[in-house]
């Protein structure tokens, strides 16, 4: 293993999924990582790991600017006064989404959703930025593969949509200071999302109104078909971990990676024209 506990990096989204495991994972390879959870079991959770480059951040809900910006301040009180490393990365991996009709949609979930995936990270970062442009770091933004219409999780993808355009703006804007903006597109990874989406699913066909539900039950229904069968063939998120490494490590790094389930079809899609592809997703749900 590398000694690689001189460089901090700092993952949001760790209390479970995917970013539990990149948090473990790179601790396990010797970064010092701040692992930011909202609630003080998911931080007593991490603790009792017993890794010694791993350090829980608590609480940093990005959806309440005053705790972004105090955990900002104690991230910087802490480098400057050399308690910790030099920040080197900060991995955003925080957001869930909802599985739905936009006509269906909660909208204050949504507005949460926004404010995990888009407000909160670029609050993150105006806070931080100073740090990495010292280490000429590097910001990974978790994302699905392929910017393209997907009916029934807007939720999800609209926020990949602005993702994108954040990560690829902030690279062209931070190029001369060095600080490399990569994207991870993800397919299917094996987490408890698809556990949350059965869930989902059920309550929304159980307690919408019936005069709205009924529009969509028969086509709800066979998505959740679709997911169960989609479920079997996830990756193991371990897997998004190596390549959140790699792009940590390597000097001329990527600036996007894809893994995981499907991914790769995902990408072939977004270089395709779009009316082509909205043709196929309208010709696939008839």
Known sequence: MNDLSDKTVLITGTSSGIGRVVAVYLAQQGYTVLASVRKNADAESLN??????????????????????????????QINNKLLPPLYAIVNIAGGGQIAPVELMN?????????KRLVGPVLLLQELLPLLRVTKGR???????????????ADIH????????????????????GIKNILIRCG???????????TQLVVMLNNEPSNITNIYKDRLLRLREEFNRFDTKR?????VAMVIAKALSVKHPKIRYQVGYMSGLGSL??????????????KRER
């Open 188 to 198: 299917g990874i094996n987490t408890t999302s698809p556990e949350r989406t059965e």
């Open 139 to 153: 910001v990974i933004w978790i994302s699905t593969p392929g910017l393209f219409p997907v009916p029934y999780v």
């Open 235 to 239: 990756t193991d998120p371990v897997k």
């Open 269 to 282: 899609f977004e270089k395709l024209p779009q009316i082509w592809v909205d043709k196929i997703m309208e």
């Open 48 to 77: 009792k790991l017993s890794l010694p480059h791993l350090k829980p951040l608590f609480p940093l809900d990005l959806t309440k600017q005053e705790q972004v910006h105090a955990i900002a301040t104690f991230v910087k009180q």
């Open 158 to 177: 609209a926020p990949d949509f602005a993702v994108n355009y954040l990560a690829r703006t902030l690279n062209i804007e931070l190029l001369p200071d």
């Open 107 to 115: 909208v204050e979930y949504f507005k949460e959703e926004l404010e």
